[in-house]
């Protein structure tokens, strides 16, 4: 079945890092891929999407492309605050009729000042 | 629009008790969930549905219970608490179209079972 793989956290960063979180994911057919995040105490809210290959996810300074030939959709910002500190979860979903999201175990980012 | 309400947000129950976790949604989306988050992990679906009167059942759904008798309501039930069920609680909402299905959640609640 689909699956989702993200690099194990925590992520510690200074301030002002460069951050990536990676994600890859097996699927059939053409997912849709997702950033969820969740700050402390709250529920999951959408970061960004891409619905198709080579498509740019962008939002917040964040961004994410989907790459088809190496089945990944990596998070990237070039410089984290310390309010970035969060969990990210990478998902998918199939793009034919109604399709489940399919998350990845998420991945903790801690931001110090 | 409130999005998606859950409540209650916190809970005890001891070993053997019942409740429904409550969930409403005001953006008329046909489609509805339900996840479990254990610490440290991802989100486990526990039941969905496609619209009022049909629901069907995700990766982990012993224990649980659910209805769906309008578009805005999805509770869900625990019979018989275990504290396996301890856990945080998720419910969601999707419009369900095809090309990007963005699901929208609740704040949570956050269940012990003693």
């Known amino acids: 079945g689909d699956s989702v793989t993200q690099m194990e956290g925590p992520v510690t960063l200074s301030e002002e890092a460069f951050l990536t979180i990676n994600c890859t994911y097996t699927?059939?057919?053409?997912?849709?891929l997702f950033w969820y995040v969740q700050y402390p105490g709250e529920g999951l809210q959408l970061l960004l999407k891409a619905t198709k290959a080579d498509d740019k996810g962008s939002n917040k300074g964040f961004e994410a492309t989907y790459r088809k030939e190496t089945t990944s959709f990596h998070l990237e910002k070039g410089s984290v605050q310390v309010s970035d500190s969060a969990v990210y979860f990478c998902a998918l979903t199939g793009n034919t009729g109604f399709q489940k999201l399919v998350f990845g175990t998420g991945t903790r980012l801690l931001v110090s000042p | 629009n409130a999005g998606v309400t859950q409540t209650p947000k916190f809970r005890i129950l001891k070993i053997g008790q019942s409740m429904t976790l409550q969930c409403t949604q005001d953006m008329n989306h046909n489609y509805m969930y339900w996840y479990r988050q254990d610490p440290g992990m991802g989100l486990k679906l526990i039941y969905y549905s496609v619209g009022a009167g049909i629901t069907d059942k995700g990766e982990v759904p012993n224990g649980y219970n659910v209805s769906r008798s309008t578009t805005e309501d999805f509770p869900l039930r625990l019979e018989l608490a275990a504290p396996s069920q301890t856990s945080v609680y998720f419910c969601?909402?999707?419009?369900?179209?095809?090309?990007?299905?963005?699901?929208?959640f609740g704040p949570g609640t956050r269940l012990t079972v003693l």
């Open positions: 699927a059939t057919g053409y997912p849709s």
């Open positions: 969601a909402s999707s419009s369900g179209l095809a090309g990007g299905n963005e699901q929208f």
